[in-house]
């Protein structure tokens, strides 16, 4: 199946600074990705669909000046975590529709290995 | 109402039963259902996909009631190495798919 790396796979930082998490999908292009987020024992739940070329499109809840998504390229998409705080500690997980088709209803999703942030 | 319902459990069996995990959506207009394992701390991994028909893959059977707007997932046979969380994932069609909280299954020597 298609691969998606993201990258780093934890990070510790103190309350107040920013995180980048990178998102690749490496042998395919993506022209959508898609930010999801986990606490512990709860649902994935999808923070933001990212558009290369194009803004990306924030659940409700989600502060898009927060949470901040950058599609740079067709295989590359950013989420900076900024000014993070000890509530922002989470496992964040990206993933990408083959082929570089949006997520279609009989399409299997591929996800990226998943970032563990704690913020101290 | 949750848009996607799973017992979290855990369900603890023996080797070598058989269990079975039902999955409730309330989106009538869903158009596609799967089933993820999550292994701790890491992603998501397709199990499999559920059809109207049912569908089997080895020790694992997946099923869909549209009437009752329920899937379901039966393994036969439990491993040691199918402990993990099983996901169900409902796809109401409009590029946004949905996560149930996940049901853990921990399969006991």
């Known amino acids: 199946g298609a691969v998606v790396s993201q990258h780093p796979s934890w990070v510790i930082c103190k309350s107040g600074t920013s995180v980048k998490i990178e998102c690749r999908s490496l042998d395919f292009q993506a022209t959508t990705m898609f930010w999801y987020r986990q606490f512990p024992k709860q649902s994935l739940m999808l923070m933001a669909t990212?558009?290369?070329?194009?803004?990306?499109?924030?659940e409700q809840g989600v502060e898009k000046d927060k949470f901040l998504i950058n599609h740079a390229s067709l295989t590359l998409s950013t989420l900076t975590v900024t000014s993070a705080h000890p509530e922002d500690s989470s496992f964040y997980i990206c993933?990408?529709?083959?082929?570089?088709?949006?997520?279609?209803?009989?399409?299997?999703?591929?996800f990226g290995p998943g970032t563990r942030l704690t913020v101290l | 109402r949750k848009e996607v319902e799973q017992d979290p459990g855990p369900f603890n069996v023996p080797e070598g039963a058989t269990v079975a995990f039902n999955c409730t959506y309330s989106?009538?207009?869903?158009?596609?259902f799967f089933w993820y394992r999550q292994d701790c701390r890491k992603e998501p991994k397709l199990l499999m996909s559920?059809?109207?028909s049912g569908n089997e893959d080895g020790r694992f059977t997946a099923q869909l009631n549209r009437a009752s707007q329920y899937i379901s997932l039966l393994i036969r046979d439990s491993k040691l190495s199918d402990s993990a969380t099983y996901l169900c994932v409902v796809n109401p069609g409009y590029q946004k798919v949905t996560f149930g909280i996940g049901t853990k299954l921990q399969v006991i020597p």
């Open positions: 993933s990408a529709p083959p082929s570089g088709r949006a997520q279609s209803s009989y399409n299997e999703q591929f």
């Open positions: 989106n009538s207009a869903s158009q596609s």
């Open positions: 990212s558009n290369e070329g194009s803004k990306a499109t924030y």
């Open positions: 559920v059809y109207s």
